[in-house]
């Protein structure tokens, strides 16, 4: 497991194009966070964490996918499924490898940027400490929403497998993910009933939550059984696919 | 060590691909599975290679230690040659990894490009790459489909040269559409057509590829002796109408000699015509 | 092979969908902010548990904010959302005020209005359109009989920025949510007789403030209090110039026995700026009250002195600065001291400001009677000094500069809670015409000792909504300063909520906050340093490790 989650892991970093994407993401993080009008820190004015943590909830809805298809849509592109097939790697363990390697991916970005709530909390006016369980809380919350971002993109790729194709659909299920259920609860239809359950349905939802420093229960579940299930469909489907 | 084959069917959808396959195999045998394309060659390996299963029957193995290689002979471009094969050998969980990837190196041949990326090697060393990784864990069964696609001529002899070195004592399936391939490599051919096996033979050893017929249409009797006199001529059979078929096993073209005889008998003619191997009018 | 089944994806999304439907229904959550900004307080549970008609809250804040009430705008989500988890019979309601047709939207604004409910004006960017917005930052709470609006902005104060303003708005607002859902709970707002000097105008002016919303203030005499005895909730009683009546402090004694609380707001000394600024000149003359005996049996003594405060608002004052040209100038008037509450006692906590007060006299705790807590509420700054009166002033001390030495008497006792028991004070002392006051209501007088709760403090002034020529001005703003004090409207409403319903709420109001703004000066002051922190240095370790792994990568497999 060890050798095939490296594998994937150095398989992002084999060429400059992972290097290069990753650049422009901490490039788009300084300008949104610092430069750009009304997105900034400066307009917001607070010494808070949350603004980082909901301006990378969003960024990674990109990111993710763009990266991850890759690590499926490639095994397609180089006829390499067979390969995985005949060293007798099933396809859960070669998904699940995937899904670590990409969440090392997404863990080596946070922690590059994280420079952003050293500084936040540096500019502080009233004190220096940091508060830690708050930042730990948030970047858990953060890492859930990536790792359901990779779930789903790898679940996507498993049914698509032209990758800008399934790059563009797993955005989109991951938009729609995000924002989608959150934007039909504000429909009238729903005011007052479904509208509870519908923003409890959306990772916006619980990506702002845990962004401001509040971990729920359902939010945990929400990321796990998500994660489960997409990984589970994924490798159903390849299971059942012939190569 | 020997692999056993029952009853195995397969089919996509309502097309069925294999039909009740039936085949055994012994330890040092060089086998060819030759059929057209769409024959069903690279499904029958697969599921000999446990890369797919089939509809029904079943598979014995004397082992389980399979070396598979398909015919795409996929390979994770950007990777070094030997990082590539160190992956390999770490996912077979191969303990002695840096002698067994160098021992597979050497075996195959890839020194000089052993440095390279695999995406800089030309295609006969990317065969060479797959074919390493098969032997890497020192397979008893090597499944090679089609392992010759786009290599050119001298490629081809080497490659050849290859796998007698590594036939004994294992067993080595190869498929291929080109007779002359099988012909030139295995000691038994395997003729796949739709989905059955219509045909299983021995070969000879020594050169498949000198074997040809030669029909000869006469206006008379002649010795049958004096035809089998002629050097390159094994066995001889005759028809009713004055014609005869001489198997024939010489890198000599003998017809020159046959001419002799038949004047030197006093008979005239009719027709003389080459043929190839009878393992060709099969396949035709 | 397994064959790929459509029913076993749909069961296995239901499957999904039941976790995470359960997950919500036995929800809970860990607040890790160090401060639980977003855990329900207890008592808000408790109030919410306590009504029990459903009840709507109205978010007004709606559409395009600007990016500084972003945070406060989901922090107000949050705690709404958390108080509807905890009880369903709460909904919630959002409202975009600048939605809907022009005769919807006009009469909704004309209703809004008619409540003291305006809009402010902001700037608000969405994508790169820049547009002026009315911005309704109030939220309404409703049952079926009531509506109170609350709003969501703290006043804010002089020098203070407005994302300043929006920390402390949003520390505030949860009290405020408190406070007016305990309001709704009730049946009726608490009453509050005004009885005393300038009663009619305190009733007036306290009954048209919105800060003071949460009370009916009633203009009371002694027939009135004394009929309504039962309804009554507190008593505020004003003395300035004249004494209160013998009728009118036996009804108070009579009341206020009653476990009715009650506020004092006197004047010890009768000098008013008007008087100084008609004449040039007065005499600061110590009056003795009848009253000041009714306090002395709880321990508290109002000192014949003036308090002389450097901490102090300012008058306009003539200067003479050596040219012929004359200026009229801001000067500090030491009379007049800013008051800063005691942070300490919930009572008089967060007030968001100093408490303006105008000729101020100290008070005096005695040690005794042992049977009766004090509790200072309101002093001075130390750098004091106090004059004993009868002595006359003029401006002539304001043309030197003060001398600090001379200001050293320390903080001053100005505000102050007793509580416990004393004697009846009419005890053995009643009179015929005081007999058949009683009788008129049927109330005996009581012989026993009496349970008080009082909050005492030495200037009557500060609570009087202040006039001129133009008319009346609400409670706390200064007339020479042209300046609202919202801390006098503030302690007052506090110290009616503290001695009616307890000091719970205010303790919420009380509590910081580890929400904190941006230090800009300090980003702007080494800018390079922090964008070399935030892009340079993750890009240079970023590209530094790709190199050294695809050298250490070459290394092992191309040499």
Known sequence: MKALILKEFKDYWSNSFGLISVAVLLLLAFLFLWVFPDSNYLSYGLAEGDLYFQFFSYLLLFAVPAYTVGFLANEYRFGTEELLRSLQINWRSALLAKFVAALLVLLMILVLSSTHLYVIYKLNLNSSTIPLAQIIGSYVGLIGVGACYIAISLMVTSFVQQTTASFVISVFVCFMLFSGFNLLSDLPVFEGGLDFWLERLSLSYHADQIGRGILRLSTLVYFTALVIWSIWLASFRLNTKEV | MSLIARDITKSYGVQAVLDQVDLSLDKGEIVGLLGRNGAGKSTLLKIIAGINRPDQGELHMGSNTIGYMSERNPLYPHMYVTEYLSWVADMRTITDRESRVAWAVEKVGLDEVKTKKINQLSKGFKQRVGLAATLLSDPDIIILDEPINGLDPIQITQYRTLIKSIATDKIIILSSHLIQEIEALCDRVLLLRDGKIVEDRALQRTGSDQNHTIILELNDLIDITKLESIEGVVTVSSAPDFTYRLEVQSTDDIRTDVFDIVVEQGLKIKEMKMEQSSLQQIFE | ?559
């Open chain 3, 1 to 559: 092979m397994k064959q790929f089944s459509i029913y076993k994806v749909f069961g296995s999304v239901f499957l999904l969908l039941g976790v995470i439907i359960f997950s919500v229904l036995v929800d809970t959550q860990w607040d890790l902010t160090p401060d639980k900004r977003y855990t329900l307080n207890p008592l808000a549970k408790q109030i919410v548990r306590s009504t029990d008609e459903p009840i709507v809250i109205t978010v007004l804040l709606e559409g395009n904010v600007p990016a500084s009430f972003r945070n406060y705008r989901a922090y107000l989500d949050h705690y709404l959302s958390e108080l509807r988890r905890y009880d369903r019979d709460v909904e919630i309601v959002y409202k975009d005020v600048n939605k809907g047709s022009p005769e919807e939207k006009l009469q909704f604004r004309k209703f809004l209005a008619s409540r003291n409910v305006v809009p402010i004006n902001r700037q608000v960017s969405s994508g790169d359109q820049v547009s002026q917005e009315l911005l309704f930052p109030y939220i309404s709470v409703h049952d079926d009989d009531d509506i109170i609006f609350i709003n969501l902005l703290s006043n804010q104060q002089p020098g203070q920025s407005e994302e300043e303003g929006l920390v402390e708005a949003q520390l505030a607002f949860e009290a405020k949510l408190l406070r007016a859902l305990r309001q709704l709970s009730k049946v009726r707002k608490p009453q509050v007789h005004v009885v005393g000097a300038l009663s009619q105008l305190i009733t007036e002016g306290y009954n048209r403030d919105e800060r003071m919303s949460g009370y009916e203030f009633i203009n009371s005499d002694p027939d009135l209090l004394l009929e309504n005895k039962d309804s009554v909730d507190a008593i505020i009683s004003v003395v300035k110039k004249e004494d209160l009546s013998r009728a009118e402090l036996l009804s108070i004694d009579v009341v206020s026995g009653g476990d009715v609380p009650m506020i004092w707001l006197v004047d010890k000394t009768q000098t008013t700026i008007d008087s100084l600024r008609r004449s040039g000149s007065t005499m600061a003359m110590g009056s003795s009250f009848q009253f000041e005996d009714y306090l002395f049996r709880t321990g508290v003594r109002l000192a014949p002195e003036l308090i002389m405060d450097l901490q102090s608002s300012t008058i306009p004052q003539v200067v003479n600065n050596g040219s012929s040209t004359e200026q009229a100038q801001m000067m500090n008037f030491p009379f007049h001291p800013l008051i800063m509450s005691n942070d300490l006692t919930p009572l008089a906590a967060k007030l968001n400001s100093p408490v303006a007060a105008y000729f101020v006299s100290p008070l005096e705790l005695l040690e005794f009677p042992q049977s009766v807590m004090k509790e200072v509420l309101l002093s001075t700054s130390p750098y004091t000094k106090s004059i004993k009166t009868p002595r006359p002033i003029d401006f002539g001390f304001m043309q030197i500069r003060p001398n600090p030495e001379e200001y050293q008497k320390g903080p001053l006792t100005v505000g102050v809670k007793v509580e416990g028991r004393v004697k009846p004070y009419f005890q053995n002392r009643l009179t015929e015409d005081d007999r058949s006051l009683l009788s008129k209501y049927n109330i005996p007088y009581t012989l026993d000792s009496q349970y008080i709760k009082q909050v005492i403090i030495s200037d009557a002034d500060m609570a009087i909504p202040p006039r001129d020529k133009q008319g009346y001005f609400p409670i706390g703003y200064n007339v020479l300063e042209g300046r609202m004090y919202d801390a006098n409207a503030e302690l007052i409403s506090n110290l009616l909520e503290s001695l009616i319903d307890g000091d719970d709420i205010l303790a919420i109001a009380q509590k910081t906050t580890s929400l904190s703004l941006i230090d800009k000066q300090k980003f702007y002051k080494s800018q390079t340093f922090y964008y070399l922190l935030l892009l340079a240095l993750p890009l240079v370790l970023l590209f530094f490790s790709y190199i050294v792994y695809h050298w250490l990568r070459k290394r092992k497999y191309a040499v």
